[in-house]
T-cell receptor, first 114, second 112 residues
C-alpha cells in the first residue's frame, strides 16, 4: 500500500538551531515528492518538490530536501530556523500509478522558541 | 486574486442538517480535489475530478456528494451531518499532480 511516514510528530527548537524532519515513503513506481507547510490557521503551501533530476532540491524560505532513492526518504532540512517557521510540516507523495492522488504523511509540528 | 477560493470559511451547524461547501479555482487547472483534515491534522483525500469527471472516490459515506458544474468549480454537499464530520475541508487543484497542488484556505466545519 502507498504510504508516507514522518518520524517526528512534535519538534521543539530554539531559533538558529538546525532542522531536519524525516520522511519515508512506500510506493511502487516513479515517485514525485513534496513538502508542504501549514502555518497556524492557514492553508497548505508548497515548500518544495522533487520529480526528477538533482536529488537535492531547494525550496522557499531557505528549506531544502534530499531524495535518497535507496532509503525511500525525502528529509527536509533548514540550517537555521526562525520563530516564523513555527508551523505544521507535511511530506507527500504521488506518482505515475495512482491517478494523481497526493498521499500525505501525518505531519510534524515544529515549534521554534524565540 | 485568490487562486483557489472556498466558501464559507467557517460553518457551524446542527446534526442532521444538510450543508454545502463551494470551491472555485482561477488557475485553469483541469483537476480538482477535496481533502479532509481531522483533529489530528491528518489529511486524507476524499474526491478528485478531472474536467468535470469523477476520477477518485475514496471510501467516503454516501452522505458526501461532490458536484462539478465545470472544471473551475467543485462543490461538496453533505447530507445528514454527523458529529464525526467535524473537520477542516480543503479544496485543491492541479494541472498535473507531478507539479503539486494549490490548496484553498479551508472550511472549518463544526457539527454540534
Amino acid at each position: 500500500a502507498q504510504s508516507v511516514s514522518q518520524h517526528n510528530h512534535h519538534v521543539i527548537l530554539s531559533e538558529a538551531a538546525s532542522l531536519e524532519l524525516g520522511c519515508n515513503y512506500s510506493y511502487g513506481g516513479t515517485v514525485n515528492l513534496f513538502w508542504y507547510v501549514q502555518y497556524p490557521g492557514q492553508h497548505l503551501q508548497l515548500l518544495l518538490k522533487y520529480f526528477s533530476g538533482d536529488p537535492l532540491v531547494k525550496g522557499i524560505k531557505g528549506f531544502e530536501a534530499e531524495f535518497i532513492k535507496s532509503k525511500f526518504s525525502f528529509n527536509l532540512r533548514k540550517p537555521s530556523v526562525q520563530w516564523s517557521d513555527t508551523a505544521e510540516y507535511f511530506c507527500a507523495v504521488t506518482g505515475s500509478s495512482n491517478t494523481g492522488k497526493l498521499i500525505f504523511g501525518q505531519g510534524t509540528t515544529l515549534q521554534v522558541k524565540p | 486574486d485568490t487562486a483557489v477560493s472556498q466558501t464559507p470559511k467557517y460553518l457551524v451547524t446542527q446534526m442532521g442538517n444538510d450543508k454545502s461547501i463551494k470551491c472555485e479555482q482561477n488557475l485553469g487547472h483541469d483537476t480538482m480535489y477535496w481533502y479532509k483534515q481531522d483533529s489530528k491534522k491528518f489529511l486524507k483525500i476524499m474526491f478528485s475530478y478531472n474536467n468535470k469527471e469523477l476520477i477518485i472516490n475514496e471510501t467516503v459515506p454516501n452522505r458526501f456528494s461532490p458536484k462539478s458544474p465545470d472544471k473551475a468549480h467543485l462543490n461538496l454537499h453533505i447530507n445528514s451531518l454527523e458529529l464525526g464530520d467535524s473537520a477542516v475541508y480543503f479544496c485543491a487543484s492541479s494541472q498535473e499532480a507531478v507539479y503539486g497542488y494549490t490548496f484553498g484556505s479551508g472550511t472549518r466545519l463544526t457539527v454540534v
